[in-house]
């Protein structure tokens, strides 16, 4: 079943080109066949999304979560 979907005209012109004389579906399914096959791609993308932490960021950011944690206390089953 055809869904529609919007795209901004500057990626409408890089598709156009991109997909030759192929339909854009098949253009748009080879893309995410050759993204899902790169475990590198994938690894590439995650890393600028969210970034990598130094050492020194990941072992504050530990004392961070432990410290926050310690404002918790674990409730018995049953109890309110």
């Given at each position: 079943?055809?869904k529609?979907?919007?795209?901004?005209?500057?990626?409408?012109?890089?598709?156009?080109?991109?997909?030759?004389?192929?339909?854009?579906?098949?253009?748009?399914?080879?893309?995410?066949?050759?993204?899902?096959?790169?475990?590198?791609?994938?690894?590439?993308?995650?890393?600028?999304?969210?970034?990598?932490?130094?050492?020194?960021?990941?072992?504050?950011?530990?004392?961070?979560?432990?410290?926050?944690?310690?404002?918790?206390?674990v409730?018995?089953?049953?109890?309110?």
């Amino acid at each position: 079943m055809p869904k529609v979907i919007t795209i901004s005209d500057d990626v409408y012109e890089k598709l156009s080109k991109l997909k030759g004389s192929k339909s854009f579906s098949q253009a748009i399914n080879e893309l995410i066949e050759y993204y899902n096959k790169s475990r590198k791609g994938r690894v590439e993308a995650l890393d600028l999304i969210f970034g990598t932490l130094s050492e020194e960021e990941a072992t504050e950011l530990e004392k961070e979560v432990e410290e926050f944690r310690k404002g918790f206390r674990v409730r018995e089953y049953g109890s309110t």
